[in-house]
């Protein structure tokens, strides 16, 4: 157990439409990170927060958009949705005790599919 | 930047056979390194690190991986493979400092009887 939610579990949205993705994890998780998952792909990472603010950015374009809330929590909004947007949406953050704070967990993540 | 690179998206092993994975990672400063599994229809859990410590590193359910620098890898192996271990499984790398992970593409991992 991660401590790490995503909602929803899925969802199907259409061409041009915009989707919000959400994650939320355990007080004091204060950088969160975004991955795309295609199917038989690894991860991608999209970006990352750090106390509400984008701390960098994978090669995605800017309708790919996130937030990072004062609760720990965080969206990601992609606008103008295309087909090959279909994937898996992944959320991580990093552990905050002594010697985790170099790795990642991950939630269950959110299936896209767009039709 | 970094990268990592898997080979062999599916791998077929006999129920109680070794289980070997293979990972060579390009980096231009000392990485981090770590593997991940995936069961169907969920999200990664970590199975192991390597953060510059100790060059042998165990995870759970009995797998480890070796960091070697001279060859640029970090090979996962369980010495006796259960139906369990069916999944597929990622390697990752990142650099000290900046938390952000490259996956290699993944090995599909299928137990035999």
């Known amino acids: 157990e991660t401590g790490v939610t995503q909602s929803p579990t899925h969802l199907i949205k259409t061409r041009g439409q915009q989707v919000t993705l959400r994650c939320s994890s355990q007080?004091?998780?204060?950088?969160v990170s975004w991955y795309q998952q295609a199917l038989g792909q690894g991860p991608q990472f999209i970006f990352q927060?750090?106390?509400?603010?984008?701390?960098g950015r994978g090669n995605f374009p800017p309708r790919f958009s996130g937030l990072q809330f004062p609760n720990y929590s965080s969206e990601l909004n992609v606008n103008a949705l295309e087909l090959d947007d279909s994937a898996l949406y992944l959320c991580a953050t990093l552990g905050t005790s002594g010697g985790d704070t170099d790795t990642q967990y991950f939630g269950p993540g959110t299936r896209l599919t767009v039709l | 930047a970094q990268s990592v690179t898997q080979l062999g998206s599916h791998v077929s092993v006999s129920e109680g056979a070794l289980v070997l994975l293979r990972c060579n990672y390009s980096?231009?400063?000392?990485?981090?390194l770590f593997w991940y599994v995936q069961y169907p229809n969920q999200g990664l859990q970590l199975l192991l690190k390597y953060t510059s410590a100790a060059t042998l590193v165990k995870g759970i359910n009995g797998f480890e991986a070796e960091f070697k620098k001279s060859e640029t890898s970090f090979h996962l192996t369980k010495p006796s493979a259960h139906m369990s271990d069916a999944a597929e499984y990622f390697c990752a790398v990142s650099l000290y400092g900046n938390n952000r992970l490259a996956f290699g593409k993944g090995n599909q991992v299928v137990v035999i009887p």
């Open positions: 980096s231009s400063v000392p990485p981090y």
């Open positions: 007080s004091g998780h204060n950088t």
């Open positions: 927060y750090y106390r509400e603010e984008e701390n």
